[in-house]
């Protein structure tokens, strides 16, 4: 299996700007999640689909940002207007049930906002 | 919610040991997971705790005593490559048994 699949990989945009993250889980897997990361705050989750259905958007900063998941294989999580403030790294991990062991991430999408 | 502490940076020398602790206070717990992540890389999963005790995998063993919320992460015979980051992270009992991540701590092992 190749993997979480992210894109793209980085991200340079200036303050306004819309921004769309892509993200292509492991085949078979039921849950999705979206995670951030900055020096500041660490590892956060900003919301996780289960089948498709989000579930929890709790972690979402504000109405600028937004995520879907059309199918089983993709998700978007979009920021509109982008701010610097925004800039971090994206992770997208999926996992394939609720009691596995572990989920597995992507390789990160590296935003930087001017 | 969940709390999680764990130091921010720890440095070791090449070939000893390390241990990296991890407190966590909880309102549901259903697991503890340690992650390592390499700079400028994602989280990578290293181990998995649920029941208290040690859990031995090759040169890493990971500990966890629920009735005190402790987990550590033991690494022995270090290597320039285990310089990482190691993220503690707790499983709640909620409906999607999501991870809450701790701040990481950063390893630097030197020659």
């Known amino acids: 299996d190749a993997g979480v699949i992210q894109s793209p990989r980085h991200e340079v945009t200036e303050m306004g700007q819309e921004v769309t993250l892509r993200c292509k889980p492991i085949s078979g897997h039921d849950y999705l999640f979206w995670y951030r990361q900055t020096m500041m705050r660490g590892l956060e989750l900003l919301i996780y689909?289960?089948?498709?259905?989000?579930?929890?958007d709790s972690g979402m900063p504000e109405d600028r940002f937004s995520a879907k998941m059309p199918n089983a294989s993709f998700s978007t999580l979009k920021i509109q207007p982008s701010e610097p403030r925004d800039s971090a790294v994206y992770f997208c991990?999926?996992?394939?049930?609720?009691?596995?062991?572990?989920?597995?991430f992507g390789p990160g999408t590296r935003l930087t906002v001017l | 919610g969940q709390n999680i502490d764990q130091p921010t940076e720890m440095t070791a020398t090449e070939g000893a040991i390390v241990q990296i602790n991890c407190t966590y206070q909880t309102s549901g717990f259903n697991g503890l997971f340690w992650y390592q992540q390499h700079a400028g890389e994602a989280p990578t999963f290293l181990s998995y705790?649920?029941?208290?005790g040690l859990e031995e995998k090759g040169r890493f063993s990971s500990f966890l005593s629920r009735s005190k919320g402790y987990s550590y992460l033991l690494l022995k015979e270090l290597q320039m490559k285990d310089s990482a980051s190691y993220l503690c992270?707790?499983?709640?009992?909620?409906?999607?048994?999501?991870?809450?991540f701790g701040g990481g701590t950063r390893l630097m092992v030197k020659p």
């Open positions: 705790n649920v029941l208290d």
């Open positions: 992270a707790v499983r709640g009992n909620n409906a999607g048994n999501m991870l809450t």
């Open positions: 689909f289960n089948n498709n259905v989000p579930i929890d």
């Open positions: 991990a999926s996992r394939p049930r609720a009691y596995t062991d572990t989920q597995y």
